[in-house]
């Protein structure tokens, strides 16, 4: 009797333990694949998550070096203009009183209260100094009274001016002792 071609040899005969073996190891493949599928799911993930928080990062520092920016131009038109207010106060106080009513002295006025109040809108404020304490990071000293002990501002020479949180110009003072009236 010969043997046909069609018949089977022993290690291919399906049995139900080869079938549980085959089976086995190809959940054991899957598994794996699954598991580094997961993995590089999880990569790629946190690869975005990094993405979208760098780009917010950008973002707001952006912005806020546009804030800066504006605020670092408009400190600088504003600090411009202060001079010129002082200049307007000192012409309008200097003023003879027969001239203080005229026409051309009211539409001085209006231009140095527009002013005002234009650098007020802004958050221009003046910095108050008569018989304060001395700070040296608002005031400059120029003028000092003879025999004084006390660090008290006793005259003002020039205004100064704060923008929001920051100073625009200090107060040029004399320094001396406490004026009586402060007392």
């Not at 799911?41 to 800066?68: P, T, V, Y």
């Not at 304060?132 to 002990?149: I, L, N």
């Not at 008290?152 to 009586?180: M, S």
Request: glycine content about 6%.
């Amino acid at each position: 009797m010969r043997k046909s071609s069609a018949a089977k040899e022993p290690a291919d005969i399906e049995t139900p333990e080869n079938l549980e073996q085959d089976e086995s190891t190809v959940n054991e493949q899957l598994r794996a694949e699954i598991e580094k599928l997961k993995a590089e799911r999880d990569q790629f993930e946190d690869q975005a998550k990094r993405a979208l928080a760098d780009s917010a990062n950008i973002r707001r520092r952006a912005e806020q070096d546009q804030m800066k920016a504006r605020e670092i131009a408009t400190r600088g038109m504003l600090s411009q203009l202060v001079p010129i207010v002082d200049e307007l106060k000192r012409g309008l106080a200097s003023m003879p009183e027969d001239d203080k009513n005229s026409p051309w002295a009211q539409g001085v006025q209006l231009i140095e209260k527009k002013l005002t109040a234009l650098l007020e809108r802004e958050g221009v404020a003046p910095i108050e100094a008569l018989g304060k304490p001395f700070d040296p990071a608002v005031h400059e000293a120029v003028a000092t009274e003879e025999g004084s002990k006390d660090n008290v501002v006793v005259e003002v020479y020039q205004t100064g001016y704060r923008h929001g949180q920051g100073l625009l110009r200090p107060a040029v003072v004399k320094v001396g002792d406490k004026p009586d009236f402060q007392a």
